[in-house]
């Protein structure tokens, strides 16, 4: 049966904005306030979704959150209609607003983790949207984002939807940005890869910055997908990189069927986690462990051009390409790197650099914001059609975000409640669009 990994990017809502939300995270915190262009940022994600499908990729769209989160703002106090709920808050708690109103569901490797039916025990495709509890602005999303999960994959005799896990920090879930599968190819159950930052029950954890995915999580999550513990490891990042920056695996590590691309300082105790993956992979074709050395990519360099979150995907036509953000080129020994490594023994062999600057000064880069779902042919025929992306939804996507999206919005413009209705105008469109039902909370008035 043919198998085939297909990216769900998250579509940039309208309300994108700079407000210096994510502590740990050092592009959201340095770009603070900075003025954003929703209308670019949308445009540049569906680039990319457009370049993948160009190299012959099925490509998936997810609808954005509706923001800003009137329920969560009312549910903290504010009250009167929808425009004096904004007000009293842009005047009050503007920080409660700015989360209120983050587009932050974009970065789709965080909305949910997803476990192929290859590697269930009841061969469905399990989702479980995650909890992102470290983040209030992010915390915000799981209601909604299961819900468009439920109308992108509205099947149940192949889809399985779990709830998020409970909102408690024993059990921080960041989803797919700290998951990979290690693999012969989609279609093999392979090695799935769970990376935490922090074990509940030990001491060794960052002390500056916040480990967002416990230990405790990723079991919950391989156990309710019914994975094979026996093809299941839990991996420790490094708390000292967690500590630099790193607040997601994907920014230090990628992984795609049978390569896994990770910096030297990526894990805890590095060596044995090696040696623990070589054990653990028992695919036909050989494993690629590609590992970057310190002296090649420093870890500020890794994250300030965000190499590790590139996307690494298979070509049909063989071998592998990756998606690097442009910031790569801008680093001159990482984009030595990116060349070499392309013309090195490994199944990578071509480098594709894209412009998200966008959301890339928010923290976000290629991997981010995509979710990977590896489907069996009968599967992808059960997803939801209208969410695939060709040439016709991309120019209807791209003409919606020309009519409806601002080019710049700024922290003061989150205070004007035109800002709200024009982002619910565009939202009510675009589920007719993608024919999700009525998915937003402002729908059910
Ligand atoms: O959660 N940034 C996101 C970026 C998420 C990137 N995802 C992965 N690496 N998979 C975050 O930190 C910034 C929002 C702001 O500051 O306005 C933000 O939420």
Same mark, same amino acid.
Not at 102 to 129: E, I, L, R, Y
Not at 237 to 244: A, S, Y
Not at 277 to 303: F, M, Q
Not at 379 to 408: F, G, I, T
């Given at each position: 049966?043919?198998?085939?990994?297909?990216?769900?990017?998250?579509?940039?809502?309208?309300?994108?904005?700079?407000?210096?939300?994510?502590?740990?995270?050092?592009?959201?915190?340095?770009?603070?306030?900075?003025?954003?262009?929703?209308?670019?940022?949308?445009?540049?994600?569906?680039?990319?979704?457009?370049?993948?499908?160009?190299?012959?990729?099925?490509?998936?769209?997810?609808?954005?959150?509706?923001?800003?989160?009137?329920? +969560?703002?009312?549910?903290?106090?504010?009250?009167?209609?929808?425009?004096?709920?904004?007000?009293?808050?842009?005047?009050?708690?503007?920080?409660?607003?700015?989360?209120?109103?983050?587009?932050? &569901?974009?970065?789709?490797?965080?909305?949910?983790?997803? &476990?192929?039916?290859?590697?269930?025990?009841?061969?469905?495709?399990?989702? @479980?949207?995650?909890?992102?509890?470290?983040?209030?602005?992010?915390?915000?999303?799981?209601?909604?984002?299961?819900?468009?999960?439920?109308?992108?994959?509205?099947?149940?005799?192949?889809?399985?939807?779990?709830?998020?896990?409970?909102?408690?920090?024993?059990?921080?879930?960041?989803?797919?940005?700290?998951?990979?599968?290690?693999?012969?190819? /989609?279609?093999?159950?392979?090695?799935?890869?769970?990376?935490?930052?922090?074990?509940?029950? &030990?001491?060794?954890?960052?002390?500056?910055?916040?480990?967002?995915? @416990?230990?405790?999580?990723?079991?919950?999550?391989?156990?309710?997908?019914?994975?094979?513990?026996?093809?299941?490891?839990?991996?420790?990042?490094?708390?000292?990189?967690?500590?630099?920056?790193?607040?997601?695996?994907?920014?230090?590590?990628?992984?795609?069927?049978?390569?896994?691309?990770?910096?030297?300082?990526?894990? /805890?105790?590095?060596?044995?986690?090696?040696?623990?993956?070589?054990?653990? /992979? &028992?695919?036909?074709?050989?494993?690629?462990?590609?590992?970057?050395?310190?002296?090649?990519? @420093?870890?500020?360099?890794?994250?300030?051009?965000?190499?590790?979150?590139?996307?690494?995907?298979?070509?049909?036509?063989?071998?592998?390409?990756?998606?690097?953000?442009?910031?790569?080129? +801008?680093?001159?020994?990482?984009?030595?790197?990116?060349?070499?490594?392309?013309?090195?023994?490994?199944?990578?062999?071509?480098?594709?650099?894209?412009?998200?600057?966008?959301?890339?000064?928010?923290?976000?880069?290629?991997?981010?914001?995509?979710?990977?779902?590896?489907?069996?042919?009968?599967?992808?025929?059960?997803?939801?059609?209208?969410?695939?992306?060709?040439?016709?939804?991309?120019?209807?996507?791209?003409?919606?975000?020309?009519?409806?999206?601002?080019?710049?919005?700024?922290?003061?413009?989150?205070?004007?409640?035109?800002?709200?209705?024009?982002?619910?105008?565009?939202?009510?469109?675009? +589920?007719?669009?993608?024919?999700?039902?009525?998915? /937003?909370?402002?729908?059910?008035?």
């Amino acid at each position: 049966m043919s198998y085939y990994e297909v990216n769900f990017d998250g579509l940039v809502g309208p309300t994108h904005n700079y407000a210096g939300l994510s502590y740990g995270n050092i592009a959201s915190k340095s770009n603070a306030n900075k003025v954003a262009n929703p209308r670019q940022a949308a445009l540049q994600g569906l680039e990319k979704m457009w370049s993948l499908v160009q190299l012959g990729l099925y490509q998936g769209v997810l609808a954005p959150n509706a923001r800003p989160d009137l329920a +969560t703002l009312r549910a903290l106090g504010f009250s009167g209609s929808d425009a004096a709920v904004i007000d009293k808050a842009a005047k009050t708690e503007p920080m409660l607003l700015k989360a209120c109103y983050s587009a932050s &569901s974009m970065w789709a490797a965080n909305a949910a983790t997803v &476990s192929p039916g290859c590697a269930t025990q009841d061969a469905k495709v399990h989702f @479980t949207p995650a909890n992102l509890n470290n983040k209030l602005h992010r915390a915000i999303e799981a209601k909604t984002t299961g819900q468009i999960l439920r109308a992108t994959f509205n099947d149940d005799t192949h889809f399985v939807h779990h709830p998020p896990l409970p909102q408690h920090s024993l059990f921080g879930d960041e989803g797919a940005a700290n998951y990979t599968r290690l693999v012969d190819s /989609y279609g093999h159950s392979g090695l799935a890869l769970f990376v935490y930052g922090e074990d509940m029950n &030990s001491n060794v954890r960052p002390s500056a910055f916040p480990a967002r995915q @416990t230990r405790q999580a990723s079991e919950a999550i391989a156990r309710s997908h019914q994975l094979d513990p026996a093809r299941t490891l839990f991996i420790q990042q490094n708390p000292d990189v967690i500590d630099q920056g790193v607040f997601h695996n994907d920014v230090i590590a990628i992984g795609n069927e049978n390569v896994f691309l990770f910096h030297e300082q990526a894990f /805890y105790q590095q060596q044995a986690v090696i040696a623990q993956i070589r054990n653990g /992979y &028992s695919g036909s074709r050989p494993l690629h462990l590609i590992e970057v050395k310190t002296t090649d990519v @420093t870890l500020e360099d890794a994250i300030k051009s965000y190499i590790f979150n590139s996307q690494l995907v298979s070509l049909p036509s063989g071998g592998m390409a990756i998606i690097a953000p442009s910031e790569c080129q +801008t680093i001159g020994r990482v984009e030595r790197y990116l060349s070499l490594l392309c013309k090195a023994s490994n199944p990578i062999n071509e480098v594709i650099y894209l412009d998200l600057k966008q959301s890339m000064q928010n923290g976000g880069g290629p991997a981010c914001l995509r979710l990977r779902v590896a489907l069996s042919q009968q599967e992808l025929a059960a997803v939801n059609p209208s969410c695939l992306l060709d040439d016709r939804l991309y120019a209807v996507l791209s003409d919606w975000v020309k009519k409806h999206y601002r080019d710049r919005v700024s922290d003061k413009d989150l205070a004007d409640p035109s800002l709200m209705t024009e982002s619910q105008t565009a939202l009510d469109e675009l +589920t007719q669009i993608l024919s999700i039902g009525s998915v /937003y909370p402002f729908q059910q008035n």
